[in-house]
């Protein structure tokens, strides 16, 4: 193995096998069935001198008589011998992808908000998909292969050595020439490996684009175009397989011929060793079979490269999640209950490779039991002030604080546990009612809180005429039920946390006018006693907000209530007038 890898993959395939360590268990008795099954294929290698000599040259037939039950039984040990090797290593395989899977889960969801715009989720599941497979075959399944044959290579050889060194020896010229062959395949497999993945991951990320959209794609007769931009990303992956389709099969054909030019070189050898009386009939059968017994094992060992070098290559491409690092959590201030005092400090925030701030020297005060509306035209860094108080995004510059607290001095879960969020997206899952507003932390709330929450969003309504009421499944990102059904389990869900500060981003713009109305009145229960920060596409939702910020470019242009901006006839009555000429 050290020869089929430069020092990186070796470093990579080290670590790798850490994965594998709770399964060591499995994975010796694996290597003792191996070992079972390898000593059967050399007995039987052995048997082949006395059956051939004892049966067919010397006649002796009391010999012959139990020689049958003599192979069955090595047969029935080694087949034992291999299902226990195949069952042990298949277990620890599968047990290493679930592992990667479940860690890098973990990891995805612990990366800081940036991770996320850099990595399309198509190619994270990508990650967790086929790359976890390709490592867990590269850490124990190709390790499985290579053990096995490796084993059946080295038995086959000790056999052939105890026959006749003098022949054996002469054919063992062939392995460094078999050497260099399988190093250079390893490397070829490796490098097309890296493209290949990355090709998997751009056809899915396409495909998740076109089908989610399929709508936008059929109005506007996109389809021709879709396809072609996919059959370009399908040619390109099929021409990085036929790469590795191709570095296969010659590599197994210049095996398989090496692996002939020594059967040809042992007959020659042989038949000279014959001549002089120091090789038997049977001594030559049994070289011949092990030979012939090597090739298959050899073109195995090939083969399996490129399993190794995929799975290597897919490792790396997991462990570049796994040692990105974490969100800041080095808060140690304990954090019971905010009051939801919220001040920025001369705030400015970057995103990363973008030579313009989204938000430059903002500053405010949003205090408890107040509405504060930000609004602007889109790009203007409306979201991104948002997420820079749960903290998904850290600021370039300036200070954050709640209740006088730099927000990096509070433990990440705390702050977050202060926090209620509502967006024009809503998360939902396929599961039931209760377990989406009962979600996370609020999972074991009380019933009684449940309902009242889901009375005060209006949403109890719907749930009534649901088949099993607040057990409905409600299908896949809420599926089953209409957009403003949607909303309203979200604000049931904000309703339950009862937190002291509440987000909504854009929570009723996507709402037609009575989902809309149902919608207002709950947030209208619902934003009493806490700090509300309103993202607002409708302008006539938030006339009734304590103080507006207006911001434009990433600035804060404009600050006050509703009523003194429009009298003020800055940007936001520019913003308010051309609303109100469209609904006209």
Same mark, same amino acid.
């Given at each position: 193995?050290?020869?089929?890898?430069?020092?990186?993959?070796?470093?990579?395939?080290?670590?790798?096998? +850490?994965?594998?360590?709770?399964?060591?268990?499995?994975?010796?008795?694996?290597?003792?069935?191996?070992?079972?099954?390898?000593?059967?294929?050399?007995?039987?290698?052995?048997?082949?001198?006395?059956?051939?000599?004892?049966?067919?040259?010397?006649?002796?037939?009391?010999?012959?008589?139990?020689?049958?039950?003599?192979? %069955?039984?090595?047969?029935?040990?080694?087949?034992?011998?291999?299902?226990?090797?195949?069952?042990?290593?298949?277990?620890?395989?599968?047990?290493?992808?679930?592992?990667?899977? &479940?860690?890098? #889960?973990?990891?995805?969801?612990?990366?800081?908000?940036?991770?996320?715009?850099?990595?399309?989720?198509?190619?994270?599941?990508?990650?967790?998909?086929?790359?976890?497979? $390709?490592?867990?075959?590269?850490?124990?399944?190709?390790?499985?292969?290579?053990?096995?044959?490796? !084993?059946?290579?080295?038995?086959?050889?000790? %056999?052939?050595?105890?026959?006749?060194?003098?022949?054996?020896?002469?054919?063992?010229?062939?392995?460094?020439?078999?050497?260099?062959?399988?190093?250079?395949?390893?490397?070829?497999?490796?490098?097309?490996?890296?493209?290949?993945?990355?090709?998997?991951?751009?056809?899915?990320?396409?495909?998740?684009?076109? /089908?989610?959209? $399929?709508?936008? &794609?059929?109005?506007?007769?996109?389809?021709?175009?879709?396809?072609?931009?996919?059959?370009?990303?399908?040619?390109?992956?099929?021409?990085?397989?036929?790469?590795?389709?191709? +570095?296969?099969?010659?590599?197994?054909?210049?095996?398989?011929?090496?692996?002939?030019?020594?059967?040809? =070189?042992?007959?020659?050898?042989?038949?000279?060793?014959?001549?002089?009386?120091?090789?038997?009939?049977?001594?030559?059968?049994?070289?011949?079979?092990?030979? %012939?017994?090597?090739?298959?094992?050899?073109?195995?060992?090939?083969?399996?490269?490129?399993?190794?070098?995929?799975?290597?290559?897919?490792?790396?491409?997991?462990?570049?999640?796994?040692?990105?690092?974490?969100?800041?959590?080095?808060?140690?201030?304990?954090?019971?209950?905010?009051?939801?005092?919220?001040?920025?400090?001369?705030?400015?925030?970057?995103?990363? =490779?973008?030579?313009?701030?989204?938000?430059?020297?903002?500053?405010?005060?949003?205090?408890?039991?107040?509405?504060?509306?930000?609004?602007?035209?889109?790009?203007?860094?409306?979201?991104?002030?948002?997420?820079?108080?749960?903290?998904?995004?850290?600021?370039?510059?300036?200070?954050?604080?709640?209740?006088?607290?730099?927000?990096?001095?509070?433990? !990440?879960?705390?702050?977050?546990?202060?926090?209620?969020?509502?967006?024009?997206?809503?998360?939902?899952?396929?599961?039931?009612?209760?377990?989406?507003?009962?979600?996370?932390?609020?999972?074991?709330?009380?019933?009684?809180?449940?309902?009242?929450?889901?009375?005060?969003?209006?949403?109890?309504?719907?749930?009534?005429?649901?088949?099993?009421?607040?057990? +409905?499944?409600? =299908?896949?990102?809420?599926?089953?039920?209409?957009?403003?059904?949607?909303?309203?389990?979200?604000?049931?869900?904000?309703?339950?946390?009862?937190?002291?500060? /509440?987000?909504?981003?854009?929570?009723?713009?996507? #709402?037609?006018?009575?989902?809309?109305?149902? &919608?207002?009145?709950?947030?209208?229960? /619902?934003?009493?006693?806490?700090?509300?920060?309103?993202?607002?596409?409708?302008?006539?939702?938030?006339?009734?907000?304590?103080?507006?910020?207006?911001?434009?470019?990433?600035? !804060?242009?404009?600050?006050?209530?509703?009523?003194?901006?429009?009298?003020?006839?800055?940007?936001?009555?520019?913003?308010?007038?051309? $609303?109100?000429?469209?609904?006209?």
């Amino acid at each position: 193995m050290n020869a089929a890898f430069n020092g990186s993959a070796w470093k990579t395939y080290r670590r790798l096998l +850490t994965f594998a360590k709770p399964y060591r268990g499995l994975l010796v008795l694996a290597a003792l069935a191996a070992l079972v099954e390898a000593a059967g294929s050399s007995l039987f290698l052995w048997l082949m001198k006395p059956i051939t000599d004892e049966t067919f040259v010397s006649k002796n037939m009391e010999f012959a008589a139990w020689l049958p039950a003599a192979i %069955i039984a090595v047969f029935l040990v080694r087949g034992i011998a291999g299902y226990l090797t195949d069952m042990s290593m298949g277990r620890a395989a599968r047990s290493v992808a679930r592992d990667l899977r &479940v860690r890098v #889960l973990g990891k995805y969801l612990r990366l800081p908000g940036s991770r996320f715009d850099a990595e399309p989720v198509p190619s994270m599941l990508v990650r967790l998909g086929s790359d976890s497979d $390709q490592v867990a075959q590269a850490a124990v399944d190709a390790l499985k292969t290579m053990v096995q044959q490796s !084993l059946q290579v080295i038995g086959a050889l000790c %056999i052939m050595l105890y026959i006749s060194w003098q022949v054996t020896i002469s054919v063992l010229v062939l392995a460094p020439p078999l050497a260099f062959v399988m190093n250079k395949v390893a490397k070829r497999y490796r490098r097309v490996s890296h493209r290949i993945q990355e090709s998997g991951a751009q056809l899915l990320q396409a495909a998740d684009q076109t /089908l989610s959209n $399929q709508q936008e &794609v059929k109005v506007y007769g996109a389809q021709p175009e879709e396809l072609r931009r996919y059959a370009t990303l399908a040619d390109n992956n099929l021409r990085l397989a036929m790469k590795v389709e191709a +570095t296969r099969g010659l590599s197994s054909a210049l095996v398989q011929m090496m692996g002939a030019i020594g059967l040809a =070189g042992l007959l020659l050898l042989a038949g000279h060793e014959a001549a002089a009386g120091r090789l038997t009939a049977g001594g030559f059968v049994s070289l011949m079979v092990s030979m %012939i017994g090597i090739i298959p094992a050899l073109k195995s060992l090939t083969s399996v490269q490129n399993v190794l070098q995929r799975g290597v290559a897919s490792a790396e491409r997991l462990f570049s999640v796994l040692d990105a690092p974490d969100e800041m959590d080095t808060g140690l201030r304990p954090l019971a209950r905010a009051r939801g005092m919220i001040e920025f400090r001369d705030v400015s925030a970057r995103y990363p =490779g973008q030579a313009k701030p989204a938000l430059e020297h903002i500053s405010f005060v949003a205090r408890p039991g107040t509405v504060t509306a930000i609004v602007g035209r889109s790009g203007s860094g409306k979201s991104t002030l948002i997420k820079l108080i749960p903290r998904f995004y850290e600021p370039e510059g300036g200070q954050i604080l709640v209740d006088g607290v730099p927000l990096q001095e509070y433990a !990440l879960a705390d702050l977050r546990r202060q926090i209620a969020l509502v967006g024009q997206q809503v998360m939902l899952f396929d599961g039931s009612v209760t377990a989406n507003v009962a979600y996370g932390e609020m999972r074991s709330a009380d019933p009684q809180a449940l309902d009242k929450a889901l009375r005060d969003a209006h949403a109890m309504e719907f749930i009534e005429q649901l088949p099993e009421r607040k057990d +409905t499944p409600i =299908g896949v990102k809420g599926s089953r039920l209409s957009g403003g059904q949607r909303q309203r389990l979200a604000l049931a869900r904000a309703m339950l946390k009862d937190a002291p500060i /509440l987000i909504l981003d854009e929570a009723t713009a996507a #709402l037609d006018n009575e989902s809309e109305r149902l &919608v207002q009145d709950a947030l209208t229960q /619902l934003m009493p006693d806490r700090t509300t920060l309103v993202i607002a596409h409708r302008l006539s939702t938030i006339e009734h907000a304590d103080q507006v910020l207006v911001l434009d470019h990433g600035k !804060l242009v404009e600050q006050g209530t509703h009523a003194e901006l429009l009298a003020r006839g800055g940007l936001y009555a520019q913003l308010h007038g051309a $609303q109100f000429r469209e609904a006209q």
